[in-house]
């Protein structure tokens, strides 16, 4: 039977024909900065004993809150000496120099990674054993709650999956990367019902967990009801024996684009995210000249920005003069959202040395939060604002004159 390398349209997977050791081909994002400290946490389980690597900023960066990686060894890497699990994965790319920082959809992000260590008594990743871990990862750390990642290689894979199919753990985590392992096929459809998404990846000569098994698993998930919106992707490297973490971790370009840490960063806990759709009646003018209904009125034109297939919108909300400043309005999504990213379409490419010429704000009228600030610095570009915000109603105000704003596409999930 030949086996291929399986993906989704918008995920490009190489297949790769040598195994071997391969990681080191491309060192992505090398610092100083990235450092890795021994820690430890009581468990009723006993002590755990586990690697931390937090974000360059995040001394300095107040309240925000980071996408988290949950990294899971191999059985070769259990013990009490954490420097074995910087073997493979993570804690290697780490160690050497990797700061764990990624660009997706034109946005530099940073992940806090947490490595924790099984003793040498312990044949598997346990339920207890891995909730004391999340739980301590979640109360401790400023973990963007909807962004819990777990990934692991080998017996860590069959630990991610044990994760994701614990009814407690399940609704904490947004995606899971299992390289060469598998898990308890009867649970797959907890995974599926708590929207958790699945990348997995094996070699098919391996024969320490063979193929069949990590295909057993995305089957069972495939053949929920409901079935698994999107469907898990499953990477099968010809030729490649039970080492195929070094070829999923890889930091760059070399086998995936996207490779799987910014694959990660644009899962969210809950479902897929997916653009809220807007018509012009949605839009109220609060004050301003011209006419606001033009920030929603060509979504068809501007298409899919978040995928990168966006169009160029052509009609503006001219908002007026001076004395029209602020210009306001309110855009009624109809219901409450997860809204996630905010899209605006700059037409202007002025650079009056402001940052605050668009402002972005949720709640609803009379009480308004800000949750981006958009300098009208570049022309005809889509600029992109990460949001963590529920909300129904969104504000678009323009504090400069005679400027205009072509189109907004939001995203978020109902």
Not at 222 to 248: E, I, K
Not at 264 to 285: A, D, E, F, I, N
Not at 298 to 323: I, L, N
Request: glycine share 8%; net charge negative; hydrophobic share 35%.
């Amino acid at each position: 039977m030949q086996v291929s390398c399986l993906a989704t349209v918008a995920l490009s997977a190489s297949c790769v024909m040598v195994d071997g050791s391969e990681d080191d081909l491309e060192r992505v994002g090398e610092s100083s900065e990235a450092v890795l400290v021994e820690r430890s946490l009581p468990c009723s389980t006993g002590a755990i004993g586990y690697l931390e690597h937090l974000p360059s900023d995040y001394a300095t960066s107040g309240a925000q809150r980071y996408p988290t990686m949950i990294f899971l060894h191999g059985i070769g890497e259990r013990g009490s000496d954490l420097d074995d699990v910087t073997t493979h994965g993570p804690p290697k790319h780490i160690k050497n120099g990797n700061t764990m920082e990624f660009t997706v959809d034109g946005k530099t992000e940073r992940f806090i990674v947490i490595s924790p260590q099984l003793p040498s008594s312990s044949p598997s990743y346990t339920v207890p054993w891995l909730t004391c871990v999340v739980d301590h990862t979640l109360a401790e750390y400023r973990v963007d709650p909807d962004r819990l990642y777990i990934t692991g290689l080998s017996l860590g894979a069959f630990g991610a999956y044990t994760a994701a199919t614990s009814a407690a753990l399940a609704p904490k985590i947004a995606a899971i990367a299992a390289i060469a392992g598998g898990g308890t096929e009867s649970k797959a459809c907890v995974i599926v019902d708590n929207d958790i998404a699945v990348w997995a990846f094996h070699g098919d000569a391996d024969t320490t967990v063979t193929l069949s098994k990590g295909r057993a698993m995305i089957d069972a998930m495939n053949a929920c009801d409901p079935r698994p919106d999107p469907p898990p992707l499953f990477t099968v490297y010809p030729g490649v024996g039970h080492n195929s973490w070094d070829r999923a971790y890889n930091t760059g370009h070399t086998y995936h684009d996207p490779n799987v840490y910014e694959w990660l960063l644009r899962q969210r806990r809950g479902g897929s995210v997916s653009s809220v759709k807007l018509t012009p009646v949605s839009v109220t003018k609060e004050s301003g000249a011209g006419d606001a209904s033009l920030l929603i009125d060509e979504q068809g034109v501007a298409g899919d920005p978040r995928d990168g297939a966006a169009g160029q919108p052509t009609r503006a909300w001219a908002t007026g003069r001076a004395s029209d400043m602020p210009a306001n309005a309110t855009i009624d999504l109809g219901a409450e959202v997860d809204l996630t990213d905010v899209y605006l379409f700059d037409t202007n490419g002025n650079d009056v040395d402001r940052d605050d010429e668009w402002v972005v704000s949720v709640g609803a009228p009379g009480s308004w939060t800000v949750v981006a600030n958009e300098s009208s610095d570049r022309y005809l570009t889509w600029k992109r604002h990460a949001v963590s915000a529920r909300t129904r109603y969104v504000r678009i105000t323009n504090r400069v004159p005679f400027m205009g704003m072509a189109e907004v596409v939001l995203y978020g999930r109902r």
